[in-house]
């Protein structure tokens, strides 16, 4: 493991991009998402997907610098088509746009379809209340990323289909639930296998539809399934954000036969809403208050020394990372000079790659 500088990672993730296509707006937009997931903690959205991302570029799943494009669009309604252009500076644009008719209209309805890996779903509720915005984002994959098994099936059937919901706060600051409907994200799988560690119990099922913990037996042939959270719960509701984000915005539920299956496609129904158009900004926050100072208050289980609220560990563990730094595992930091190599940047070497560090 070594910290890297989150600046210094940033512009060399975006020159990554740079060289293989990407205009400068593109390569900083996907290069400052992921290493702000890996900021926040979630090293699962961060650069370890660079060479993930690359590979689906040169495979001819991605387009370059696409522009959205609009479907159809009234006051408070997007439909847009993302032309497979890349998630991040798709969804950065009609985030724009969603926000901009909330905060002119009271609220937006954006129905998003083809577009890439959206990376780290949390981002755009965050963006979303950095403007005064509530949001509620429904997300799937149309037939790539199938990795979930049902409640009482033993194999992939479904994506991990997150959601995500955000709330402003004072202080400019927000609260934000963000999680997948499996009991984990399968990026947090690829850590613990790039790490060599194993997972806990009752995360995943082999290939055999036994369970295991071991992230190996995950990804080697026949692959195994991720379980849904909360058993029958988490699969109802992966289920009906499928039909959400898939099928109601056109761009599919998740089937492996699908005409975009072929590559990873998340497609989004977010619902924003301006806070001040409902309810006064006072007794919204007042009461946001109350409830936060009731809920913490309660008497801590063993070995809690805080109960957090949503998005709080993320925040913590900001703070933490912007000053010792972002810490790669080796396997990660290979992939990632081999992908830099690979898309023409010259003396990538280990003394380069130090320079890097934090
Ligand atoms: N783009 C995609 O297709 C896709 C698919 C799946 C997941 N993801 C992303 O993967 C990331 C990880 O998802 P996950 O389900 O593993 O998240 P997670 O389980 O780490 O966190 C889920 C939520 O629980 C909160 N939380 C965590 N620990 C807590 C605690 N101790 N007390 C109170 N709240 C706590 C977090 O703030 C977060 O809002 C997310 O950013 C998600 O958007 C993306």
Redesign the pocket.
């Known amino acids: 493991m070594k910290n890297f500088n989150h600046l210094k990672l940033t512009k060399f993730i975006s020159n990554i991009f740079l060289q293989s296509g990407s205009n400068e707006e593109e390569s900083f937009s996907i290069a400052d998402h992921l290493v702000d997931?890996n900021l926040?903690?979630?090293d699962?959205?961060g650069v370890i997907r660079v060479s993930k991302y690359i590979q689906w570029l040169n495979d001819g799943n991605i387009k370059l610098n696409q522009s959205i494009k609009i479907i159809k669009e009234d006051n408070s309604f997007l439909h847009i088509d993302g032309n497979f252009g890349y998630?991040q500076p798709i969804a950065k644009q009609s985030f724009n746009l969603g926000i901009k008719k909330a905060k002119k209209n009271g609220h937006c309805i954006l129905a998003l379809k083809n577009l890439g890996?959206?990376?780290?779903?949390?981002?755009w509720s965050e963006m979303a209340a950095l403007n005064g915005c509530v949001s509620v984002l429904f997300?799937?994959?149309s037939g790539f990323?199938i990795l979930m098994a049902p409640h009482g099936g033993t194999d992939r059937r479904l994506?991990?289909?997150?959601i995500?919901i955000g709330i402003p706060i004072e202080k400019n600051d927000y609260l934000?639930?963000?999680?997948?409907?499996?009991?984990?994200?399968?990026?947090?799988i690829m850590v613990a296998k790039n790490k060599g560690s194993k997972l806990p119990e009752g995360m995943i099922l082999d290939g055999y539809g036994n369970p295991t913990n071991d992230p190996i037996k995950f990804y080697s042939e026949p692959v195994g399934s991720i379980l849904p959270?909360g058993g029958h719960k988490g699969f109802g509701l992966a289920f009906m954000i499928d039909i959400l984000s898939g099928a109601l915005t056109g761009g599919n539920s998740s089937h492996p036969d699908n005409d975009n299956s072929h590559s990873?496609i998340?497609n989004t129904l977010a619902i924003i809403m301006d806070t001040q158009q409902t309810v006064s900004n006072n007794y919204f926050q007042n009461d946001i208050n109350r409830l936060t100072t009731w809920v913490k208050d309660s008497p801590k289980a063993d070995n809690v020394s805080e109960?957090?609220?949503?998005?709080?560990?993320?925040k913590n563990t900001k703070k933490e990372r912007l000053i010792n730094g972002v810490p790669l595992d080796d396997q990660t930091i290979k992939d990632i000079k081999d992908t830099a190599i690979l898309v023409g940047i010259k003396d990538v070497d280990n003394d380069f790659i130090y320079t890097l560090l934090n």
Request: hydrophobic share 45%; no cysteine.
């Open positions: 997931s926040v903690g979630h699962s959205h998630g890996h959206i990376g780290r779903v949390g981002a997300v799937n994959t990323g994506s991990a289909n997150p995500a934000v639930l963000d999680m997948a409907t499996s009991v984990v994200a399968e990026g947090k959270f990873l998340n109960i957090l609220l949503p998005g709080e560990i993320e």
